[in-house]
């Protein structure tokens, strides 16, 4: 400690010196805030150009993030914030908080190599008496089985005796960033309780909302089942809208009604469940049980989600062989690349499942979104002569669009709907071949009725 202070003395003056490794989307926004309220802070990745930007003031996030690219150039002309790429700050720091990406990997496993790697590198520049926290999402059971072996490194510091361990999961949404690191209520996951309540007192500088002592894994355990209750609901919200195709009933109609009934809340069905932590995380908890408890709901509503991008890719291909366009000769106009309204992030998006399942079709594809740089510009030009438009995201841009500009631009009049933007009788009297996803009377009610037909044999003499 800073000439022999206490960690507790030095987060009340908030004098600690505060490293945060991993400068993303969590890393930032709370460096940013910790040295906001007076905390020198120093930001710490392996990314030398985002350090480069940091330190001339700028914000490398992109998007709608109210307020974030402000703070940052605040603190640093205010000489609170500063970043490097250098692990040796560590050894000065009294709180480590490590907020790096946690991945899973194609057979859904958790991918702990930038994990890994920063406790490797922050464990031989780890001073006694320093906090660590660990803010990444991870699955349960990786505090004790990872992180604390890590940085005790076989004996050679204890946990609660030479250092203090907390997991304290992120709440951040994209476009929300700086609001809800403040309004959101956290649980801290302490190794001890006295780790917990450290953690509880530093946090209360900038969370103004409850921050809940707790044991690591239940820290663990409570954000990556937040994030599987949510995949499950909009699972639901899914299979609802397809069985409402089969049927030939109006999901958004048949929900709104559901959701009369107390204690209902059907979500939104959609081309699909993209971002950093709803496809993920369900993984993380799934995993934590390996093979002595197999999960069925949680697989089952990700098979679900995940199939919904090729259902918008069916939904393409029958609404175009109304106009006999085969998808093979189409050019299919993808409007919405990001993975959530009004926002540049495309980490996971449905649009890249789409994209890809329709190249694999042998369509071409125009790309485009207003958020995301690279398919941003002229919705005119993108879509201009295409065979169909699909909607993936519903972003501000596209509410605002007129059908008939939309029609007119097109080179056949095929609109595909995966959240619910256009409303179908009014496609239609645009004179659209309308498809959209729970709105009955598309593919699902074609093989319904083929079933329907096939079932209903004539009875036998
Ligand atoms: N989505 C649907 N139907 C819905 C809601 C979302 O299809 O009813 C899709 C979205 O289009 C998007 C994906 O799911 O592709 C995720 O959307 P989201 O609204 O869950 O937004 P995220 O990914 O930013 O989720 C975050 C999470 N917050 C944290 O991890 C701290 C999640 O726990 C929150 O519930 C969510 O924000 C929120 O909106 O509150």
Known sequence: MKDGQSLETLIRSRTARLVVIGLGYVGLPVASSFAQVGFPVVGLDIDAGKVAKINAGECPIEGREPGLAELVKEVVAAGRLRATTDYAVCRQADIVLIAVET???SVHQPRYRALRAALR???????????VIVESTIAPGTMDRLVRPTLEQRGKRRSGVDFHLVHCPERV????????????SRVVGGDTPEAARLAQEFYRHVVKADLDPVDCVTAELVKTAENAYRDVQIAFANELALICEHVGADVWQVRDLINKSPGRNVLFPGAGVGGHCIPKDPWLLAYSTGDSLRAKLIPAAREVNDYMPLHMAELTIEAMDEVGVEIEEARVAVLGYAYLENSDDTRNSPSVMLVSRLEELGAQVCIHDPYVTEYSGSLEERVRGCDAAVIMVKHDQYRQLPLARLKEWLAHPVLVDGRHVFDREEAVAAGFVFRGVGIGGGVQQAAHKKDLGASRKPATR
């Open 103 to 105: 991945p899973i990997d």
């Open 121 to 131: 590198s922050l464990e031989p520049n780890l001073k006694p008496g320093t906090m």
């Open 173 to 184: 949404m994209p476009g929300r960033l700086l609001g809800n690191l403040t309004r959101m």
